[in-house]
């Protein structure tokens, strides 16, 4: 897109070559003159901050050369700032509570210079010669030694540099400023951190040139004059700002930047060259509103005005379907609704423990509610364990945004790598598009305010912008990015600040994600986040370790189950158990442990056996397998057998697991009016999957040996919802368990279950499995779990699971080394602690804007690779799921660019990698073109472009295998193939 100018370009003459200079050639800069001299005042002008360089026009031709001066763009940031603090009051007051001893004026005044100071390093020569055109018209200009080398100046850690040559150590403060900007110092230190990187101290050590250089140095207080004339001077701070306060003023500078810097919002306005022309410039933009427009556009300027009522109308306002009166379950869930969340500023905290099927998305979004009508927070965010977890939860809370907006748009935002993919999202965006044209095509000005939508803004789509959205849910991945050393983390902390954070699922981490979670929990606390913890089986050990993360008291030993644990700021922690237990609904669930001889195909003969007899009397049955390849060995056993059954795993293309996913949900998902589509007899064979936040319900399931909590959410798919007189029989759920006999077990011998879950823990499972033959839910989430995780080493001995001592000592030494060395890698990927100066020593690029590799960051091991798969055709090869062959956008088509992508994401499969990546190889000549596209577009995403043959098959000289819309993936390293370090047999998972 061209930048638009309001005036013709001033003329520049021609570029100069850039070469380096000596320190010594510096000093003498500016003493060699040549033209007509200027002042400082009217040098400043000269300079720019931006240019349309980058700029082409439809045929790819650079329009005339144009600039928006240096302290105009200052200016436009600095509006966008006190604009921003204006209209968002609820923005102002967190700042105000995390500095409780600072003037509140004297904040607000900081945060609009600190946000307008954040370029004061573009003033630096070696920045202005980056561009040669610029350099020209402004300190070319004044003399004629050589151009300093500009290439990788930094001009962030330039603006630091500035303020601590004028105010820092043995130089003293500078004369000609106001001494006020001494306090702002640690502000400014990170508020030129904008582009992403905060700098530790040692990187922006004083420069001399800033006090003597003869033509940069007088620049210096001329700029920052102009400043404290349009936005008033800086008032004094108390010394030692709180970390909290600096992360949120990093966060909030960066984002102020990115509105500033959009030249549609304040187009290039070459034609100001004085104080006198800015002061108009300001003028004409403050009287447009032009940064409250563009904040309201993106979305980050947004009205609540959730129903009122009692506790019982609100909920059926949030949630019943048009012409129901849904109420609080009677008991626990009445009761959470209940509490006092969300009435007081500050951090506060709630833990929901609560079965399968209780409610606790409808609590926590209650409670979240709770806090928005109490003005204590100003959005939401939901973070889940998964992309498919997340997109089963959008529709509802799509429906909840439009109960609670206000008077103005609510922006909507979904946060995961393939969301442009996912149909739901798709079309709340496609609205979004026709509302933002209809709107522009019909404006009244009669009539100002159009009535309200749920909308999802442009501007919030790139990942480290979509937090920033008042209301979103996505992946953790997403929000755990904010605990980490990534560029812009601290933008992700910033949009989750003043939110409700939700995290459902607390317990399914492993050690890596969990000491990422922590960290993550410390920031939010620190930083006044409301966070709402939701889980079935949470370990009451791990439960203290979480609260204690937040910065909340120690809670007390309560063992009752379903609970909520409230606690406010660092008071004391309420237990909430469910107030009326004897009414509560419980289940018995028949638990059958299924033991097998042998080797892996013995135990898929068992499985079968033990399914054909439940299935035969009708009923729709599932088999849970912990690996993909047992899946598929399962489901092709039962069709051998005539048993007509359903596969469903990780290893299928988007669109054929799309498709497979919406079949399964109208077959075994919440009943409908008289449920045409569910079967009266079928099996559903399954990975992890469908283990959580999928509501799919069978009568009878069979599992492969697992963790006992994860038995338990597998349990909670049975009997799920009330189907009287339609359960073929199967009037009580039943669990069968399928695991090895005695001696396989003695040996700790679990098959490819190794790979998934470690054996100690499977071993204590088999036990609890055989020990406890009827399950009582919701009691036996607290007692099973506790008994599988509360008790140690001491009391799990060899002799008490039945297993060889020595085996179990290697086990577990195994085991522990393993999650040592998740730990520590996860505690170098972390961001500084919430009791030190944030700063990142060495920032990564996160990659969450390509897609799926976000796990590569926020997911231990990256032990995965992906491919597009292609068909052949007479025309060419066509990716599964399309009906043509692709061709190559151009660069400007965003459409067509966004089409190939979803063609491209929706034939993309994973599948399981250990060991170096797939090596590098040239795709078939016919696809040679668009995979030397992908690649240089998307950098990060090294997935590979098979092209399959008639039969499904396909050779790559890492690996081999096959195809099939039933099957899905197999695949297997060929015999070329190095071996992983860690002896992990692929074509078995």
């Known amino acids: 897109m061209l930048s638009r100018a309001t005036a013709p370009p001033p003329t520049a003459p021609s570029a100069m070559t850039a070469s380096g200079s000596s320190n010594s050639r510096l000093r003498t800069l500016g003493r060699k003159r040549k033209g007509k001299q200027m002042s400082p005042e009217q040098l400043l002008y000269r300079l720019w901050a931006k240019t349309n360089e980058r700029d082409r026009d439809d045929d790819g031709n650079p329009p005339p050369w144009t600039r928006h001066p240096l302290p105009l763009h200052l200016l436009d940031v600095g509006l966008v700032a006190e604009t921003w603090l204006r209209e968002d009051p609820h923005l102002f007051r967190r700042f105000c509570a995390l500095w409780p001893e600072a003037d509140p004026e004297a904040i607000r005044r900081a945060l609009v210079l600190i946000a307008a100071a954040h370029d004061v390093g573009k003033l630096y020569p070696a920045f202005q010669a980056k561009s040669p055109q610029g350099w020209a018209y402004g300190y070319g200009t004044t003399w004629s030694d050589p151009v300093p080398n500009g290439a990788s100046f930094d001009h962030g850690a330039g603006t630091y540099r500035i303020f601590r040559t004028l105010f820092g150590g043995r130089y003293g403060a500078a004369s000609g400023v106001d001494r006020n900007w001494k306090t702002l110092l640690p502000l400014l230190r990170v508020g030129a951190g904008h582009h992403g990187t905060l700098y530790p101290e040692n990187d922006t050590l004083p420069d001399p040139s800033v006090r003597t250089h003869p033509l940069f140095a007088p620049l210096v207080p001329v700029l920052l004059a102009e400043l404290v004339h349009h936005f008033g001077p800086p008032l004094p701070l108390p010394p030692e700002p709180p970390h909290a306060f600096l992360l949120l003023t990093a966060g909030f500078v960066s984002v102020a930047d990115w509105f500033g810097s959009n030249a549609d919002s304040f187009p290039l306005s070459p034609d100001v060259t004085d104080r006198a022309g800015a002061e108009a410039y300001l003028a004409r933009h403050r009287e447009a509103r032009t940064a409250e427009t563009a904040l309201r556009e993106a979305g980050l300027i947004a009205g609540f005005r959730p129903p009122e009522g009692t506790v019982e109308e609100l909920f059926a306002a949030l949630f019943s379907p048009d012409g129901e009166q849904w109420r609080p379950r009677p008991g626990f869930q009445a009761a959470a609704c209940a509490i006092p969340f969300g009435r007081n500023e500050g951090p506060e905290i709630a833990v929901v423990e609560a079965p399968m099927g209780l409610g606790k998305t409808e609590i926590a979004l209650f409670l979240a509610t709770q806090a928005l009508r109490h003005g204590t927070a100003a959005g939401l965010y939901a973070a889940l364990p998964t992309q498919a977890t997340a997109n089963a939860l959008f529709a509802r809370v799509e429906r909840y945004a439009g109960r609670i907006r206000g008077e103005t748009d609510l922006a909507l935002a979904l946060a995961h790598g393939a969301k442009h993919y996912f149909r739901d999202y798709r079309a709340l965006r496609e609205r979004t598009r026709r509302t933002v044209f209809d709107r522009a095509r019909r404006a009244d000005p009669r009539d100002p305010t159009p009535p309200s939508e749920v909308v999802a803004p442009s501007w919030v789509q790139p990942s480290k912008r979509a937090l920033l959205a008042p209301l979103g849910l996505g992946t953790i991945d997403q929000a755990l990015l904010g605990a980490m050393g990534v560029r812009h983390g601290f933008v992700r902390l910033f949009g989750l600040a003043r939110k409700v954070v939700v995290l459902d699922e607390v317990h399914a981490y492993d050690v890596y994600m969990g000491v990422l979670l922590e960290h993550l929990l410390a920031w939010l606390g620190a930083l006044g986040a409301k966070v709402i913890l939701l889980s079935a089986t949470l370990p009451a050990g791990l439960r203290r370790r979480l609260l204690a993360a937040y910065g909340a008291a120690a809670p007390p030993e309560a063992d009752a189950y379903p609970q909520l644990l409230h606690a406010v700021g660092d008071a004391p922690v309420t237990v909430l158990p469910d107030p ?196 009582t839910l919701p009691d036996a989430c607290r007692t099973l779990v506790a008994a599988l995780y509360d008790r140690g080493e001491d009391h799990w001995t060899a002799g008490r699971l039945g297993v060889d001592p020595e085996r179990l000592s290697t086990a577990r030494e195994r085991f522990k080394k393993r999650r040592g060395e998740m730990e520590r890698t996860a505690r170098q990927a972390l961001f500084t602690a919430p009791d030190q ?82 090596a590098e190889a040239d795709p078939p000549e016919a696809l040679a073109g668009l995979y030397r596209w992908w690649r240089e577009t998307h950098p990060y995403d090294d997935r590979l472009f098979l092209l399959l043959e008639a039969d499904g098959t396909f050779r790559h000289p890492s690996l081999e295998g096959a195809y099939d819309t039933t099957l899905g993936l197999t695949v297997a390293r060929t015999k070329d193939t190095p071996p992983a370090a860690e002896d992990v047999p692929l074509e078995d998972l």
């Not at 069709?639 to 293309?653: K, N, P, S, W």
């Not at 077959?667 to 009266?680: E, L, Q, S, Y």
């Not at 990142?840 to 960051?857: C, F, K």
């Not at 068909?871 to 956008?889: D, K, Y």
């Open 837 to 918: 100066f944030p700063v990142m020593r060495s920032p990564r690029n996160d990659r969450s804007d390509a897609g799926e590799h976000v796990a590569l960051t926020t997911r231990y091991g990256a032990h995965s690779a992906a491919a597009v798969l292609f068909r052949p055709t007479p025309n060419g090869p066509v990716p599964l799921g399309s009906t043509s062959p692709l061709a190559v956008p151009a660069e400007d088509d965003w459409q067509a660019r966004l089409a190939v992508e979803e063609a491209l994401a929706l034939a993309s499969v994973s599948f399981p990698w250990y060991g170096p990546r797939p």
């Open 580 to 775: 009326a237990p004897e009414t509560a609904r419980r289940t018995n669930v028949r638990v059958e442990p299924i033991e097998a001889a042998g080797e892996a195909d013995d135990r898929t003969a068992a499985g079968v056996a033990w399914v054909r007899e439940k299935v035969l009397q009708g009923g729709c049955v599932a088999w849970i397998r912990n690996t993909v390849r047992e899946a598929q060995a399962a489901f092709e056993a039962l069709r051998a057998e005539g048993i007509e059954a359903d596969l469903l795993h990780a290893r299928f293309t988007r669109h054929d697991r799309n498709a497979k996913e919406e079949t399964l949900l109208e077959r075994f998902g919440p009943p409908a009016p008289d449920n045409p589509r569910r079967p009266a007899a079928r099996v559903v064979v399954a990975t992890q999957v469908i283990e959580q936040s999928v509501d799919v319900d069978f009568d009878a399931m069979l599992s492969d040996l697992a963790p006992v909590d994860l038995l338990l959410q597998r349990a909670g798919r049975l009997h799920r919802h009330d189907r009287p007189g339609r359960r073929h029989g199967h009037d009580a759920p039943v669990l069968g368990v399928l695991m090895p006999d005695a001696e396989a077990r003695r040996r700790l011998d679990f098959g490819t279950s190794v790979y998934v879950y470690d054996a100690d823990t499977l071993a204590r499972s088999a036990v609890l499995v055989r020990e406890n033959p009827v399950w």
